[in-house]
């Protein structure tokens, strides 16, 4: 084996040095651009946790003010309750009690003759089916306090519900962020 022999050898080895030196650099600018996508696409995703954060937190301070009215409120109904069911009952009472004595007063008024005393009874059932349906209606109002109150307590207990599972949805948000970083 000559010079000749060796160059060719080496320009041979060369040649291949370069192509694989161009295939890799190929590779390498594919790489590169593939790392550039990659980088890219985490940023945006960075972007959407970051508004998902702020979304959630913004969220999260409406359901706390949200939950203090509602508590406020069912404090206000919890101390006005017993205060508009006694007011209720004295005004039914105090009508009851009008309307019996006009309807005594004018039983006794038409006493005198027994026609007088037929049309007389007639407007006192009236006036008893009144009574009834007024006692009906006031025991629907007393009733529909009771159901009302049992509603705002499950929507109280919804609201904490959502309040336990937000944290766990900001909890995954943190462990995200902290798989980004």
């Not at 959630?56 to 009215?69: G, V």
């Not at 006493?111 to 006192?124: H, L, N, R, V, Y």
């Amino acid at each position: 084996m000559g010079i000749k022999d060796t160059f060719l050898g080496t320009d041979k080895h060369l040649e291949e040095i370069e192509h694989t030196t161009q295939r890799i650099g190929r590779e390498l600018k594919n790489t590169q651009i593939f790392i550039k996508e990659q980088q890219e696409d985490i940023q945006k995703l960075a972007e959407e946790v970051k508004t998902l954060h702020h979304t959630q937190q913004h969220l999260t301070l409406s359901f706390k003010d949200t939950l203090q009215e509602l508590n406020s409120i069912t404090r206000e109904l919890a101390v006005f309750k017993p205060t508009i069911e006694r007011t209720v009952l004295e005004k039914t009472t105090t009508v009851l009690e009008q309307e019996l004595a006009t309807a005594t007063n004018k039983l006794y008024a038409d006493m005198s003759g027994f026609s007088q005393a037929k049309e007389t009874f007639k407007e006192i059932v009236s006036q008893v089916k009144n009574v009834q349906k007024e006692l009906q209606q006031f025991s629907s109002v007393v009733s529909s306090f009771k159901e009302q109150d049992f509603q705002l307590e499950q929507y109280a207990q919804e609201l904490n519900k959502n309040d336990t599972q937000k944290l766990e949805l900001m909890k995954r948000v943190d462990e995200l962020e902290r798989l980004l970083k």
